[in-house]
């Protein structure tokens, strides 16, 4: 079972990669990357993101890409846009792929990496 700190780090690091999603996308349409209005885009995320967690269950593996990683990445995006769509912001289809692509770098991709490093560092031991 994985320590309480590495659980709360992945949370803290998901966390903070969705915020920075929402404060990228805003600053890419000339809005103010932070303020209220990066609350107003990044909560429906940060909702799926902690609906992510409970389906999946990811403090038993919080690290791991595949296990964790793709079922975070999936209902924090289906779970953010279906949050946006009731909430009147935009879910349109090239915003639906951009954010598909990207969350799943973040939210998977740290894993895999995190994953790369350790299986190299127990080679070469």
């Known amino acids: 079972m994985p ?3 590495a659980v709360a780090g992945a949370f803290a690091l998901d ?7 929402a404060a990228t996308g805003r600053a890419s349409h000339d809005e103010q990357a932070f303020g209220l209005g990066l609350w107003q885009t990044a909560w429906p995320f940060l909702a799926g993101l902690v609906l992510g967690w409970l389906v ?3 403090w038993l593996a919080p690290r791991a890409p595949v296990r ?3 079922g975070v990445w999936a209902v924090t995006l289906a779970g953010g846009m279906l949050l946006r769509a009731v909430s009147d912001q935009g879910t349109a289809p090239p915003f639906v792929v951009v954010a598909a692509i990207v969350l799943f770098a973040l939210l998977v991709g740290w894993r895999a990496v995190v994953r ?3 299986s ?3 080679r070469h031991r």
């Open 15 to 21: 966390a903070v990669l969705v915020v920075l999603f």
């Open 68 to 70: 964790t990683g793709l």
């Open 3 to 5: 320590s309480t700190r």
């Open 56 to 58: 999946t269950r990811a």
């Open 120 to 122: 190299r560092r127990r």
């Open 116 to 118: 790369g490093i350790r």
